[in-house]
C-alpha cells in the first residue's frame, strides 16, 4: 500500500504542487522566493538528466552546453533578430534538440567514460563559441535579456517569475514520470541494465538513446530560457563546465532516477551554498564535506535511500 | 517444418577458427541441443545466429529469408528470441517489468506518444502487462512479480529470461545453459518448462552442460569441438559415439569407456 503510494505519478505531482505552493507562504523575503524559483529551474534541467541518466544510463557531462543554448536563444532572439522571446524560447528548445540530434547520433555509441568525455567536449565547444562569438553573444561579459512580454504584458518581478518556474518545473516532472511508465521507459530502463538483452527484445538501443538525448537537452535548453529571462542578463558561464557538473551532481545526490530526487537534489545544489555563507571563506570546504557525507550515508541518493528506509520501516 | 538453417557458418578471432563451418537446421517443436567440451564454440555460435557477431562466412535462413546480416533488435521481428549464458536481466526493474519489456516490439505507441501519456499508451500498458503476468504464471514466477529482479536467486532468474524471451512470441528460442547453477528441483522445473514450449510448436535451441537434461529432452544433438561439427543425430547415436567420447573424455577417457562398455 506504502510502496504503491510513494510510486505512484500523482503523488508525486501532487508533493511537489504542495511544495511549490507553500514556500511563498513560509518565506520571509523575496529574496527566498529567488533562490527557490533558481531551485526549481535547475530542477527541471536536472529532471532531462533523471531521463537520460537516471533512466538509460548514459551519462552527460556537457548539458550546461544545452542550458547555454537555451538562455541564449532568448538573449539572441529578440536583442539580434527581433523575434518575440516566446517565440525564441521555442526555437531555442527546438534548436537544443536538433543539436542533440546532431550531436548524439555519432556520440551515443560511445559507452561509459568516453561517452562522458564525448559530452564534455560538446559542452566546451559551446561555452567557448558563446565566449568568442562576442559581436552576438556580447563575449564574456555576457548581454542583456529583453523583458518578456506575454499578450501586452511586461512578465517581470520575482514572484511571477517563481510560479512560472514552478509551473514548468510541474510540467517536466510530469512528463518525466509518464515517460517512466510507458513503453519507451521501460525500453530505456531495461538498456541502462543490459544492451545486449534490451536489444535482444527488439528495442532498437541506439534509436531509444538518442530520443532520451534530445529530450534531456531539450529539458535543459528550456531550463536554460528560464534562467536568462528571470535574471534579465546572461553570461557564458551558463555554459560552463561547472553547471555540467552540478547537474549531474544533483540527479546522483538526490537520487538517480528518482523525479523527486532531481528536485531533491537541485535543492541541495542550490540552497546550500546561499546557506553556507555564513562560514564565508570555510563555504566550499563545508559544502564539499557535506556532499561526501550524504553520499556515504546515502549511497543511493537522498530520495531512494529514505524511500527504502521508510518501507522497511513500514514492513 | 524447417524454421532455423544454417548453412556453413564460421568466424574466425584472430586467427582462431571459434566456429568453422558449421550447419544445422532445426524444425517447429523440436528440441535441438548443442553440446561439446568448454571452448568448443557452443556461445560463439549463439552470438553468430543471434546477430551479435557478424559471421565471416555462412548463412543463416530464419523462416525461409536469409538474416545473416540483420541486426539483434531487428531478428526479434522475425521470430528469434534468446536467453544468455551469463544472465542478462535488468537487474533494477521488477519481475513483471522484465516480461514487460521482452514484449516491447508488440507495443505501438511512439515516443511522443509516451511522453505526453496519451490515452493509447495507458490501454497499452494494460494489454502489456496482462501478457507478462500471463507469462510469469507460464513460468511459476506470478508470486515474484512486483519483486525487484537484482533480489531474486540464480535460479528464478533463469526462469525469469525465459518468461521474458517468450513474451517476444519466438518461433525460435535459443537457451543458453537455462539449468546452470540450478539445483534439481529447478532444473526439472525447467525441463517442463521447456518440453512444454516445444509442445507449444516453437524450435528450442538449447546449449546445455546438464546430460541429463540434454538426453532427455532432446529429439536431435549436435556436439561440436574446437568450433566444428563432431556428431549430430538423436541423443542415444550421440552418447554411444566414440568421436564425442574421445572430445569429452579425451582418447585415454574413451579407451577406458571402451572397456567398461566392453
Known sequence: MLKRVLSSRLAVLVLLAA???VVPVLAPSSFYLRVAALVWIFALAALGLTILTGYAGQVSLGHAGFLGIGAYAVAVGPAKLGLDPLLSLLLGAVLCGLVAYAVG???LRLKGYYLAIATLGFGLIVALVLTSESAVTGGPDGMQVPRMVLFGWRVSGVSTWYWITGGALLVGALLALNIQASPSGRALRALHDSEVAAAGVGVDVAKKKLA????SAVFAGVAGSLLALMNGFITPDA???????ELVAMVIIGGLGSVVGAVVGAAFLVVLPQALTVLQEYEQAVLGLLIMVFMILLPAGIVPSLRRLLLERAA | MTILQVEDLGITFGGLRAVDGVSFQVSLGEVFSIIGPNGAGKTTLFNLVTGIY??????IVLA???VTRVAPHLLVRRGM???????QIFFRMTALENVMVGNHLAERTSFLADLLSLPSVARQNVRTRARAMELLERVGLAHHADTTAGDLPYGVLKRLEIARA?????????LDEPAAGCNAVETEAIDRLIGQIARDGVAVVLIEHDMKLVMKISDRVLVLAHGRRLAEGPPRQVRSDPAVIAAYLGEHGAREADRAHG
Open chain 2, 54 to 59: 557478424r559471421a565471416g562466412r555462412g548463412r
Open chain 1, 105 to 107: 547520433r555519432p556520440i
Open chain 1, 19 to 21: 511544495i511549490i505552493a
Open chain 2, 166 to 174: 517468450l513474451a517476444a512470441d519466438p518461433k525460435v528460442l535459443l
Open chain 2, 64 to 66: 525461409g529469408e536469409d
Open chain 1, 239 to 245: 555554459a560552463g563546465f561547472m553547471h555540467s557538473i
Open chain 2, 81 to 87: 528470441a534468446r536467453t544468455f549464458q551469463n544472465l
Open chain 1, 212 to 215: 532520451a538525448f534530445v529530450l
